[in-house]
């Protein structure tokens, strides 16, 4: 498809979202829109990191979920105050547990260079591992029940490092690209099926970690009340410039009540308008940051190096022939695409003001964000971030729509018939089955999704 007619699909595809988005603003209502489009604007981004290394390099990842979590992890331990009482109660002893950690490897190491190849290096490298691992727990475990019995209800945990938490997208992306550095060194050179399962099962590991070790992350107790880049609810409703605003923007409204009626109403508009001036905020933070990402994401693409990307994608034993470095362009790719997750993760876990290790589910939202990446269209960043607004408007709305609809077609068969309470009971599995049926129909009439690539050829290629 050529890009002219890309184009003219991206602007009705795009126009529709933009019609969908506005009919949930009038049914519903505006707060629950702007809180859809928010999470859009976070699921284009995690979509473009996906696309980064299945669009340009072909790389089978499904441990999405795990880099997500690494950046929720980095929301938290950047903006959350240090508990003290933690620190001092065995904070210090749990650092000398993983400078112990180094040191064996370390020691590992040298001794792997230093004695040749044998039994001797074999019985010196596992002594040097058992020797570790109990010196390690020894400091390790009573550190860790030290800092989880300080205040259990409320804390248990070390904290963080109580800085803005705006800080904590770039350390969620950094985080989860060093994340992505180790296991590509490990996992790259396995086939694309091997690599799928590597990867997923690295994911549960994260997530399985983040859930059970209370000491870094409360685990399944969850960490409330993370800072905020934008301005409280409360904050706003007591602030005479927005009351003022808000009077002035619903004065025609306003003049139509008394003097006590008028009050009462303008104290529920204010409580309304606080509500969707904070999610406004959060729009405008992440618009600029999707906008960013997708500029660099495109520039690069069309540039010399995603043309290198493409044809290494393509036909990996010919670029190899032409002398690239497939393994290091794949690790390259693999640590990039994990960097865009991880900032989207901590940009989720900076919209929800809390961490919630229970609610990362590998295979349940990587599949959505694979969805999104298929239905958009591979290699298409634009593509990509269609497929997110598209997928997650109708993986949230499907199922109250679903059950207004159930509920409309068999109003005729009675409040207590055995067929409508049934329905009504599997309406909320209405979004497995619309997914499913938009994945179907746009793999049956557009295979290479809504915006295919379109790859731009130089002059005299």
């Not at 207004?404 to 909320?428: F, K």
Request: net charge neutral; with cysteine; charged share 15%.
């Amino acid at each position: 498809m050529n890009l002219s007619a890309n184009a003219r699909r991206a602007t009705l595809a795009f126009m529709l979202i933009a019609i969908m988005l506005v009919a949930v603003g009038v049914i519903q209502s505006w707060a629950v829109m702007l809180t859809i489009f928010n999470l859009c604007l976070i699921s284009s981004i995690m979509a473009l990191g996906v696309n980064i290394q299945w669009g340009y390099a072909g790389l089978f990842n499904v441990g999405t979920m795990g880099f997500a979590a690494l950046g929720g992890v980095a929301a938290m331990l950047v903006s959350q105050e240090p508990v003290i009482a933690a620190w001092h109660a065995g904070g210090w002893k749990l650092l000398l547990s993983f400078v112990s950690l180094v040191l064996v490897i370390f020691l590992v190491a040298i001794l792997y260079g230093k004695i040749k190849k044998g039994p001797l290096r074999q019985l010196a490298i596992t002594g040097a591992l058992v020797l570790g691992y109990f010196l390690f727990r020894a400091f390790f475990d009573p550190a860790s029940d030290a800092i989880e019995a300080i205040d259990p209800a409320v804390a248990g945990y070390l904290g963080g490092m109580g800085l803005p938490i705006l800080l904590s997208w770039i350390a969620g992306g950094v985080l989860a690209a060093g994340a992505a550095w180790i296991i590509g060194r490990i996992a790259l050179g396995l086939r694309s099926d091997y690599l799928a399962i590597a990867t997923l099962g690295i994911s549960e590991i994260i997530i399985a970690f983040i859930k059970n070790e209370d000491w870094l992350t409360r685990g399944v107790k969850n960490v409330t009340g993370l800072k905020r880049p934008v301005p409280y609810e409360i904050d706003l409703q007591k602030a005479d410039w927005f009351i003022n605003l808000v009077e002035s923007l619903n004065h025609g409204t306003l003049s139509q009540f008394g003097a006590d009626d008028r009050s009462a109403m303008l104290r529920q508009m204010v409580i309304e308008a606080s509500s969707i001036f904070v999610k406004l905020c959060y729009a405008g933070l992440f618009i600029a940051v999707l906008a960013a990402i997708l500029t660099l994401s495109v520039k690069a693409l069309d540039s010399p190096w995603g043309r290198m990307m493409r044809a290494i994608r393509d036909n990996e034993v010919a670029a190899d022939a032409m002398g690239k470095n497939v393994t290091r362009r794949h690790l390259q790719v693999f640590v990039l695409g994990s960097a865009v997750v991880g900032l989207a993760g901590a940009m989720l876990t900076t919209l929800d003001g809390q961490l919630t290790p229970g609610t990362y589910q590998p295979l349940r939202f990587t599949f959505l964000i694979w969805v999104m990446v298929i239905v958009g269209g591979s290699g298409n960043n634009l593509g990509a971030v269609l497929g997110g607004f598209l997928i997650w408007l109708v993986w949230i709305e499907a199922e109250p729509v679903g059950v207004w609809l159930i509920d409309n077609l068999t109003a005729g068969l009675g409040e207590t018939s055995p067929v409508r309470l049934h329905l009504m009971e599997t309406a909320q599995h209405m979004r497995v089955l619309v997914m499913g049926l938009v994945l179907l129909t746009v793999m049956r009439f557009h295979p290479e999704g809504i915006l295919p690539e379109v790859v731009k050829r130089e002059e005299g290629d």
